[in-house]
Structure formats: C-alpha cells, structure tokens
C-alpha cells in the first residue's frame, strides 16, 4: 500500500464504562471453570448500554465476565492489527476513534490494561509532516514499539514522502528513526531512468532475536508529471543502525512473520511463500495464503495453525518440505453440535500442548451467532473438541487474544 497524505479525522467518542457484564451460557453447551482469560472486542449494544471497546473476557460457572478495557479497537476488529509480546500488546487503531493528535497506534501492558497510551508522532523538519499508518505495530521483547510512519511535504503538488519505520521506546520516551531508504533503492540493478527516491510500505515483521526488522520497500518516480511505482523488495533492516536496509528479495509480496529458528521468513499474497534468509532463495510452499495473528505462531516451533472458513483447522511447519503435517480440526465430521465454522483465529496455551479456538452455526454470514470457546489438545482430527463455554454474540468481533502468555 502506498502513504501519500494522510489527515487523520477528529471524531469526538463518548465513552461508556460497562463493569463485569455476566451472561449465562447456552443451554447445549453449558460452561466451566477452565479456560484462560482473553482480550476481546465488543460490537456494543444501544438497548443495553453496552458499549463498542475491547474487552477482558474470564471464564467461571455459570458463565464468562466481561470487564471493558478500553474504547479503543482496531480497524474493523481485526487481529490482523495486533501484536502481542511479553505481556505488552500493541494494535492499529480504527481511524475515526482517533482524536486531534492521536497517532493511532495503541499500547498496553497486560499488568495495567486500562492505562492504553498511544505512541508519538515523531517531530517532523520545518514544512513537512509525518503520518502514521494503520499497518500493524511489532511489539520488541522489551517493551519497544515499532510502528510504520510517512514523512510527507505540506505541498499537495510535490509526491515526495519518505515511508519509514519508527521505533519507541516507552521507558526513554526516544524514537529511532530508521531513515531514508531511497540510497538502497537507486544501488539496486532495477532502478529506472526516472526512479526519484524510495520509501516503506506494507507490513513488517520482527525477528525472534529482535535484532532485524523485514520490511518491504519501493522504488517511485513520475514520468511526464504521471506518478509510478518501480519495482518492490523485501528489505532487513538492522535495528539501532538507520538506513541498513539490505536486500532479501525482489517481491511485492505482504510480509507475514519469521519463523523461530530466524532462517525463514514467511510471505503472504494470494500463495504461501518461504523466503531462505541465508540463500535469499525464494519458495512457494502453498497455492493457500493466510494472515498470521497473534498467538496463531509457535514460539517454540516452526509451525503455525490455517483455518478454512467454516471448514476447519490444519497444522501447517513452515520449515519444512512437506506441506501439511495433519489436520487438528475438520469441521465438516465435527460431532459437537452444528458448531463447526471456525474462522476466528486459534490459540496455543502457553505450553503449546492445547489450542483455543472458536465456532459458530452461522458462519456464512458473519457469525450473527453466539460462539461456542473450544479447547483441544495439538492431536490429529479432534471430532469432539472440549467446550468451554459460550461468547454472547456482541462480542463476536474477531477479537480472541488468550492473554498471561
């Protein structure tokens, strides 16, 4: 995706305080104790007074609480928005929330939920300005936040902006900046005749070590007053070191993440691709694309959960030759009721020896259902997942973020 300008919109939000809202579960499926605790989002309810935010959901007899966090949620209550490391998550705000001055780029520690901040705008040289985009945050395991931002000009004649990421640290209150990438672009073999500089765009991912930000960069110019693109790279950049930009691959694939052992990065546009970071070789590994959310990826492993949309959940080892290792969840023989359209993301436990996970009846339109909470141990083909207990339909967002990992 490509930043120009961007004006951020002012949109007062009245903000409505709903404390430990308890609803009794569904009579088929019952509720326990178990379960975790988990962040999730809330449509919101005019009759009730409840209010749009997000949510800490706890399970117990004879049903879940709800506790609201904060108003707050990303574009269209998507964890494709979210990151989540070491007890801080951080998420894309929807941009009509957003306040004068806002950057949009939420933050919250697990400890303290309701204390949300958003990140800083950095100070931009005299007549230009910078934008924050609404790609998602990457969250260091020490608290820093990275953060995707456009230096543009107050000329809305001139196309130059420079995309680039930025990187703050909570605890000093500083940004690093990881400068102009344009030098990279024009020392590339493509460059065009009418190449003019380079910039960031689109997602970004963290490697586990945290020491390198993939990242993906453009090459731009205009002809005859006509604006292009030239050519797209993947790209690491070296954290505390601006303008290390070195080049992995020529793609304009959308980045998803770096397996655990960091030999691979992951790629996502319509196929499943697998970058070799030491080769730079290029593989196609899935004619099936996916968004990786937040705790859909092993921290221990290099595997992650696909799910089908009213079909299932497989076990997918991104390392690995063999594409698929077995299929956890079909839900076309699951025998729990009609409740087999998964499509609401999977979690490991924190030991990775269970998954969470959610189903609805009324997947094929938008789950307009309460949705029933599964458990299942990492087995193959699990036709009677364990329920735990049943989610009121107002907060069947997409939110399911299993939180104390």
């Not at 919101?44 to 399970?59: E, I």
């Amino acid at each position: 995706m490509i930043m120009k300008t961007l004006r951020i919109p002012c949109i007062a939000v009245t903000l409505i305080f709903v404390v430990f809202l308890t609803y009794s579960c569904g009579k088929d499926y019952g509720s326990s104790s178990k379960g975790g605790k988990f962040l999730v989002g809330c449509y919101g309810d005019q009759a009730t007074g409840l209010a749009v935010g997000m949510y800490t959901m706890q399970n117990a007899k004879p049903g879940p609480s709800f506790e609201m966090i904060t108003k707050y949620h990303p574009w269209a209550f998507s964890p494709e928005y979210m990151d989540y490391n070491n007890g801080r998550i951080a998420f894309s705000v929807d941009r009509p929330q957003l306040l004068a001055g806002e950057s949009g780029i939420a933050y919250m520690d697990e400890s303290n939920l309701k204390d949300v901040k958003m990140v800083p705008i950095p100070t931009a040289p005299k007549d230009y300005y910078y934008a924050v985009t609404s790609e998602r945050p990457a969250v260091f395991s020490d608290g820093r936040i990275a953060y995707l931002v456009v230096l543009n000009t107050d000329n809305p004649y001139d196309d130059f902006h420079v995309g680039q990421l930025a990187i703050y640290n909570p605890k000093t209150g500083k940004i690093e900046l990881s400068d102009d990438p344009s030098t990279f672009v024009r020392s590339q073999p493509e460059i065009g005749g009418d190449t003019e500089g380079g910039s960031l765009g689109g997602a970004f991912t963290l490697s586990p070590d945290n020491k390198y930000i993939y990242c993906s960069i453009y090459g731009y110019g205009t002809d005859w007053g006509v604006y292009h693109i030239d050519y797209y790279f993947v790209a690491r950049y070296t954290v505390g070191s601006p303008a290390s930009y070195e080049r992995i691959a020529q793609t304009g694939s959308r980045i998803s993440n770096v397996t655990s052992d960091g030999k691979y990065l992951i790629l996502s546009s319509g196929v499943l691709e697998r970058v070799d970071l030491a080769s730079k070789t290029l593989l196609k590994v899935d004619d099936y694309g996916n968004i990786f959310n937040p705790g859909q990826i092993s921290a221990k492993s290099d595997q992650m959960f696909k799910i089908w949309r009213g079909s299932g959940m497989g076990l997918f080892d991104m390392a690995a030759n063999a594409v698929w290792k077995f299929t956890i969840i079909n839900g076309e023989t699951m025998t729990v009721g009609s409740y087999k359209g998964l499509g609401h993301g999977a979690q490991y436990s924190a030991d990775e020896s269970m998954i969470y996970f959610t189903a609805s009846s009324d997947y094929y339109t938008n789950y307009h259902t309460p949705l029933v909470i599964f458990s299942t141990p990492v087995m193959e083909n699990n036709t009677k997942p364990d329920s735990i207990t049943t989610m009121p339909v107002e907060y069947c967002t997409g939110i399911f973020l299993l939180l104390g990992k």
